[in-house]
């Protein structure tokens, strides 16, 4: 099992800047890929980024494309996600999930280990 602990979260303006970061523990040797999702109330948990951590290729999705960057610390079995411009769209619980297969970092699927959570609001 690997645990993870989400941090970085809160209150910005519209146009600014937040870093969430993600620290991996326990069974972090079977990890391969990790992913930040978000999910908005009433909507569904939807993808944001991943990135393989034996390569460092990442994914985005379409909606933050140009203004997220994942990243990460094999060292120190952390991922951080700079979120620039940020929109009153992007306000959501954004969540850290760790996945075995290599190939999940640009996958949408639900499976993996995940975080607590960390709550980004972006005001108007």
């Known amino acids: 099992q690997v645990h993870l602990v989400e941090s970085g979260g809160g209150l910005v303006q519209a146009g600014g800047s937040l870093r969430l970061s993600c620290a991996a523990s326990?069974?972090?040797?079977?990890?391969?890929?990790m992913r930040w999702f978000r999910q908005a109330p009433g909507k569904e948990r939807e993808f944001v980024a991943g990135i393989r951590l034996s390569t460092g290729s990442t994914f985005y999705a379409d909606s933050v494309k140009g203004r997220f960057t994942i990243s990460r610390d094999n060292a120190a079995n952390t991922v951080y996600l700079q979120m620039n411009s940020l929109k009153p769209e992007d306000t959501a619980v954004y969540y850290c999930?760790?996945?075995?297969?290599?190939?999940?970092?640009?996958?949408?699927?639900?499976?993996?280990?995940w975080g607590q959570g960390t709550q980004v609001t972006v005001s108007s």
């Open positions: 999930n760790a996945h075995d297969a290599p190939l999940a970092f640009y996958q949408r699927s639900l499976t993996g280990n």
């Open positions: 326990g069974r972090t040797s079977s990890t391969r890929a």
